[in-house]
């Protein structure tokens, strides 16, 4: 099988977050490895935009983008959140809230894909993407910085009212996307 394009994005993308994490866990202790692990991040951030933008516009959709890529950008938020979690960032039952969300979405799109339903993701969790992760790489910007005072304690702040709205939106993307596709759970008579 040779690897379309956005394949290749979708493998760099899943390969770049073992290097993302190290510098993010590293970056309390070493001043400007969080400037690397925001590059990382960003990067791979825009790899998943551009992955889909490739094959929806060139046709090169595949079975294993459609498995891949999702499962791809699970991983780095994941990565994100935990990574944060770990280093006092993000409190651990925001990071366990939004986590169990992809779980349940996961295991319901399984359950679809069983009896044949595609579920495309709504705007709601398309929002709910977008605004983790900016809320992600303005948080990269001070970890590891001294953040109580001046511009940076600004920066946070902004990061704090993103995870707030990354919170939200992660409650209303599931209830949303829970109701809508209710019909997926009904048991055939």
């Given at each position: 099988?040779?690897?379309?394009?956005?394949?290749?994005?979708?493998?760099l993308r899943v390969i770049m977050v073992p290097f993302f994490?190290?510098?993010?866990?590293?970056?309390?202790?070493?001043?400007h490895f969080n400037w690397i692990a925001l590059v990382i991040f960003?990067?791979?951030?825009?790899?998943?935009?551009?992955d889909g933008k490739i094959a929806r516009k060139y046709n090169l959709i595949?079975?294993?983008?459609?498995?891949?890529?999702?499962?791809?950008?699970?991983?780095?938020?994941?990565?994100?959140?935990?990574?944060?979690?770990?280093?006092?960032?993000?409190?651990?039952?925001m990071t366990i809230l939004i986590i169990a969300r992809?779980?349940?979405?996961?295991?319901f799109r399984l359950i679809a894909a069983e009896k044949g339903v595609v579920i495309a993701a709504g705007i709601w969790?398309?929002?709910?993407?977008?605004?983790?992760?900016?809320?992600?790489?303005?948080?990269l910007v001070v970890v590891g910085q001294p953040y109580e005072t001046g511009i940076l304690h600004v920066i946070y702040i902004v990061a704090v009212i993103l995870l707030w709205i990354s919170v939200a939106l992660t409650i209303?993307?599931?209830i949303d996307y829970l109701y809508t596709n209710r019909d997926v759970m009904k048991d055939e008579a």
């Open positions: 099988m040779t690897m379309n394009l956005p394949n290749k994005l979708t493998i994490v190290v510098f993010l866990l590293l970056a309390p202790e070493h001043m960003a990067v791979a951030s825009l790899t998943d935009m551009l595949t079975n294993f983008g459609k498995f891949m890529d999702p499962l791809a950008d699970k991983l780095l938020v994941c990565s994100a959140l935990i990574g944060l979690t770990s280093i006092d960032m993000i409190p651990a039952w992809e779980f349940i979405i996961s295991g969790g398309k929002l709910k993407t977008v605004c983790q992760m900016v809320m992600i790489c303005v948080m209303i993307s599931l």
